[in-house]
Each structure stands twice: as C-alpha cells, then as structure tokens.
C-alpha cells in the first residue's frame, strides 16, 4: 500500500511510545520489559501508529537479545518472546487490511557497537528470532545495522520464503557535509554494493540524527545507479536523541528527546529524505504516532513529482 506520493509511512519508535503510555520499561530489558510483563499495551502501540498512518507495523523483537535481557532468560524464553512479539504485530495488522508487518531483525550484540560483533555467535542467537518470526511476518528488517557483515550473516539464515528483505543502517552522528559512514567505519558505498549483491529489496537509514542521513541517501543513489538497480527502494527513519558517542552501548540510561525535533521539524526533513530518494519514511526512537501522522497527512496529500 502506497499513497498518492509513492511513499510507504513506516512506524515510530516502539521503546519510548510504551515508556511514555507508563508501560513496563526499564533498563536493560528497553521494550522487551512490556512484552513480559504488559503485552496488550504492545498491542495498543502498534494500534496507535496504524491509527496515526503507519502502512508498516515492525514486531517488538528489538531488545530480544541477551544484550538487553541476559543469556539465561534469552536461552530459556528468548524463542517465545520473539513469537508472542510477532503474533501481537501479526493480529493487529489482520485488523487493518493493507497493514504489513516487518520483522525486527535486531544488532545482536548491542546497537551502534560494531566493535562488539562476534560472527562465531550469529547462528546461535538469530536462528531462533529467525524461526520464531518466519510465520508472521510479510517483510525481514535487520535494523540498526552498525558493520556490513551482520546483515550478510542475517541473510545466511533466512528461509527462502520470498518474503522482501529490507535492511537499515546506523550511521556515524558526524557533522554534516562529511562522507556517510556506518559506525563500523565502513563507507556507505560499501554497504549499499554488499547489500546489492546479497538480494536487498530495500537499503535504509536509522537511528541516527536526522541531519546524517541525507548525505547517505545521496550515496546509495549515486552507488546503485553505477550498479544499475533502480529496482533498490532506499528509506529512513531517524531518532530523536542527540548524537551517540562511539561507547555507547543503548542500555546504560534513558537519553534526552531533542526538543528541535517536534512533528514538524522531523517532517523537514523528511521531506529532504525524500527528495533525496527515500520512498521508505518513519521514525526511530523517540518519534511518535503524532511525527507518523504528519508523515502521513503530509505525504498523501502531495502529487508525486
């Protein structure tokens, strides 16, 4: 389902629209915590963003991983959480015809750490999100993807279902006007070739600054115009945190919501996104359903250019 502008209106940040409704919500656990202890009001999250204009509803398997809920509970209950966390995504888009849903594919050693990325561990711990997913979803997202070889690792495992995969990169919170990189260092070229090359349906930016991501989206342009993939669909959906420092590991504190990033502002710049090429537009943490409803008013009332 796409509106008249081309552009597909994705969800908002999952984590801060439950701590915001008073939901469940602590570190380390992040949004794994409602899922636990309150899972209707995962429900009533995903029901608002909908409710708001979102076209694509992503399942709360972000935070399943031990980084956020240890090795123990991960091994014991990780597979159920992550299946009670599709069949939620699952039975509220059933309600809206039209509504897909995207599996959460998340970094499984802690976001924006690509020092911290164990390949000999991968299969362990995405094997099970991967099997408990399968059935549920319409669309694999591996998100906040910080190095080039965990989505390629991702790819590996999935089943040969069919099923589009879509794949969002963090990027370097750098100044503007500097050459895009993931937080792995690596150039975002590199990223949108290997991804090319793995069978991506779609390359996208998150959980960074705002600012950041335009460059980037020039970049995966230009690259898949020298590959000659138009076929590529590029998107993004920014946080709304100041910039993180390269140790930040996601889990150690609750950072502060810009305050120059009202539904307004984040609407700026999306509509640079997508001048820029995106035609994949939401938001990440800290944006809410009243950021998805101004994407959605704003962009299914615009004639396509």
Known sequence: M??????????????RELARRGAPFRQPEWSALALMEA????????????HSGAEVITTNSYALVPFHIGQARFASEGEALTRLSATLARQVADRHPGVRVAGSLPPLFGSY??????????????TPLVRALAPHVDIWLAETMSLIAEPLAYRALLPDDGK????SFTLEDDVPGSEPRLRSGEPVSAA??????????????????????EAALAEAVATLAMLERRDVRLGAYANAFPPQPKEATANDGLDEVRADLGPADYLVWAERWKAAGARLIGGCCGIGPEHI??????????ADE
């Open 293 to 302: 409803a101004a994407l959605s008013a704003h962009f299914a009332g615009v």
């Open 164 to 167: 589009p995969l879509w794949v």
């Open 39 to 50: 899972p209707h009001t995962v429900s009533e999250v995903h029901e608002a963003f909908i």
């Open 113 to 126: 750490r690509a020092d911290l990325y164990r390949p000999e561990q991968v299969a362990a711990l995405a």
């Open 192 to 213: 949108v070739r290997a991804l090319v090359e793995a069978g991506a349906d779609a390359i996208l930016f998150n959980c960074c600054q705002p600012e950041v991501i």
């Open 2 to 15: 796409e509106n008249r502008e081309g552009v597909v209106i994705l969800d908002g940040g999952m984590g």
